[in-house]
């Protein structure tokens, strides 16, 4: 291991792959070491959004070929991994505070906000629908019209907050 430090930039280049990312989650995941099969199969499990016993030979050997010949040894390159392709066996060198911004924080759970969406306009038509149908006053549909208003407002808070990490919550978020 040099005792060079990575720039900004060559951070920004090395985790700017997914798999290169991906590779160094597992890694923490697995306490900072494992075999090559074992990264393979849950890197390709991911691309595909599958279970790693689902994913094809072919799969495999897509993620296991690009891998092998490009991602781990540019990681080693940088000192962040150490790579032996004899052994197949990598291991994550103690410089993870320095990259630790630069990976995708959830990878396997993300939430599905177009459903959210969708369900806060389905009940904005049905609000508006009922409106029609009921002949509520002029008084009332402004009232209407605000709620709805203040609804999307806080999935959209929620959003935002959901997807910043590093955001203090009054409440407290349960860290994942």
């Not at 407002?153 to 929620?158: E, I």
Request: hydrophobic share 45%; glycine share 2%; net charge negative.
């Amino acid at each position: 291991m040099s005792d060079h430090e990575l720039t900004q930039a060559e951070l920004f280049d090395v985790f700017s792959n997914a798999r290169r990312r991906r590779t160094v989650q597992f890694l923490k995941r697995q306490g900072g070491s494992c075999d090559l099969a074992s990264l393979v199969e849950q890197v390709a499990a991911w691309e595909n959004d599958a279970d790693p016993d689902e994913v094809t030979r072919t799969q495999r050997r897509r993620v296991y070929i690009s891998l092998y010949q490009t991602h781990l040894p540019m990681l080693e390159d940088h000192d962040i991994v150490d790579w032996d392709p004899d052994a197949h066996a990598i291991e994550l060198l103690p410089s993870e505070d320095v990259f630790e911004p630069y990976l995708d924080r959830h990878v396997e759970t993300t939430r599905q906000w177009h459903r959210v969406y969708l369900t806060v306009t389905a009940v904005g038509a049905a609000a508006l629908a009922l409106t029609w149908l009921t002949s509520i006053t002029a008084a009332v549909a402004p009232i209407v019209a605000l709620l709805l208003c203040v609804i999307v407002l806080v999935v959209s808070l929620v959003q935002y907050a959901s997807r910043r990490p590093d955001l203090d919550v009054p409440f407290g978020r349960a860290s994942h």
